[in-house]
């Protein structure tokens, strides 16, 4: 789970990109608060990128793209800056304008997080939340590392949000927003699953 940067201090959106323009490490702002974000695991970087690399071989002679999770994606209004794991922006990006740097969009068509334990309750709860405030984003998924299951919402007609579950690496998982369909075997090719803990025997 990320962790503040620094205690009792808070920064504006400026202050922040300008930081972050010269900084090491990625850092999420959030609230005014900017918190260190951490590196993933093996298989947590090996699921991005066998996401990365099926979903834009999908997209070829598209107008979409699909970004990692160097890009930044700011939502002023929802007091968040941060990297999704995966961007993927339909037509041209769009900078945020309090970035001079040109190193901020805001306009992605579909996000995708990898969770892990740390980060799960935050992904599908408060950081989905400042998402659904992006006039752009139609879909939003969340991809679980322990087993394979792969989580979509997806922004209907009626402004309300429609959630599918794909489980297993036999099924399907399609991203409507980009009309993309993937193989589960695809997503977690190469992953190795931690074995399931062992059966309690009954007491008699």
């Known amino acids: 789970m990320s962790m503040p940067a620094e205690k009792s ?14 900084a090491l490490q990625k850092h999420e702002w959030r609230d005014g608060e900017i918190f260190a974000m951490g590196g993933g695991s093996i298989r ?37 800056y941060t990297y999704p ?33 740390t980060s799960d309750l935050y992904d599908r709860t408060d950081k989905f939340r400042r998402f659904r405030m992006l006039e752009s984003l139609r879909e939003y998924v969340i991809v679980w590392q ?18 599918a579950t794909a489980t297993g690496v036999t099924e399907n998982v399609r991203f ?6 993937l193989a589960l075997a695809e997503v977690y090719a190469g992953v190795e699953f931690d074995p399931p803990p062992p059966a309690l025997t009954q007491l008699i």
């Open 85 to 117: 794991d995966i961007s993927v922006i339909c037509g041209q990006p769009e900078n945020d304008a309090k970035d001079s740097w040109k190193e901020t969009v805001t306009n992605p068509k579909l996000l995708i997080e990898v969770v892990s334990p």
């Open 146 to 163: 322990k087993e394979a299951v792969i989580e979509t919402f997806f922004l209907q007609d009626d402004r309300t949000w429609a959630l």
């Open 44 to 80: 947590h970087s090996l699921i991005i990128a066998n996401l990365i690399r099926s979903v834009g071989n999908k997209l070829e002679g598209k107008p979409c793209r699909v970004y990692d999770s160097n890009l930044r994606v700011g939502i002023p209004h929802a007091y968040l």
């Open 9 to 22: 201090r808070r920064y504006t959106i400026e202050e922040y990109l300008e930081r972050e323009h010269i």
């Open 176 to 181: 409507r927003s980009i009309d993309v369909e």
